[in-house]
């Protein structure tokens, strides 16, 4: 079956620590996103990539760093700089960069800081 | 600035309609996705529009006025398992045709 699968569900993460959010997918998307969304509010976008080793800041980058390598794998790390990181993190992929193609969502990892 | 407005709760009754609108300002308009978000679960997509009107899929209709930057989810013959959040997203040119994100109204569904 193809997905997008974020792993893990949850992460604790200790203040200073650094922590990687995993995102696979096997649609064979090109573009894939990372969004934040908090209590009650929609998503806001972190960073986004449309082609592999390339990616852009989305409007809430810092404190955020990401890598595209590889087609299918787009992994977020949350920096010790990123002073409120408790939230709910989505990854998602699209197949095209325009017209009406949806965006395909994993099912969130939801970090916490201990 | 690009903003998008919807009603952050809606409450209604197992069995009736319920119409869900969104009021959006953008520079690079391309088109309105819908997209529904159970408690703790991931965004599924409902519904696109691109031109004005009305596109039906089965209890769900999404209309689209672009010269009133205006758009409604219409949802029919309500059930418990619509109880959930639905977000209204712009697609827009100006920022490489990324989805721009209301945020969300929480439906609640009564017996």
């Known amino acids: 079956d193809g997905g997008i699968t974020q792993s893990p569900k949850y992460l604790f993460r200790k203040e200073g620590q650094n922590v990687t959010l995993s995102c696979e997918q096997n649609?064979?998307?090109?573009?894939m996103y990372w969004y934040r969304q908090d209590p009650g509010q929609g998503l806001r976008l972190i960073y986004y990539s449309q082609i592999v080793n390339d990616f852009q800041k989305g409007d809430i980058a810092e404190g955020y760093s990401v890598s595209r390598e590889k087609k299918e794998s787009f992994p977020l790390t949350v920096t010790s700089a990123q002073k409120n990181p408790t939230a709910f993190y989505l990854c998602?992929?699209?197949?095209?960069?325009?017209?009406?193609?949806?965006?395909?969502f994993g099912q969130g990892t939801r970090l916490t800081v201990v | 600035g690009q903003s998008l407005e919807q009603p952050s709760e809606v409450t209604a009754v197992e069995g009736a309609i319920v119409q869900i609108n969104c009021t959006y300002q953008?520079?690079?308009?391309?088109?309105l996705s819908w997209y529904q978000q159970h408690d703790g679960g991931a965004p599924t997509f409902l519904s696109y529009n691109a031109l004005d009107g009305l596109e039906e899929t089965g209890r769900f209709s999404s209309f689209l006025s672009r010269s009133d930057s205006y758009g409604y989810l219409l949802l029919q013959e309500l059930q418990m398992k619509d109880s959930a959040s639905y977000f209204c997203a712009v697609r827009d040119m100006d920022s490489n045709y990324q989805l721009i994100w209301g945020a969300g109204t929480k439906l609640i569904i009564k017996p």
């Open positions: 998602a992929s699209r197949g095209g960069q325009g017209g009406n193609t949806e965006a395909f």
């Open positions: 953008t520079s690079g308009f391309y088109g």
């Open positions: 649609l064979n998307h090109d573009a």
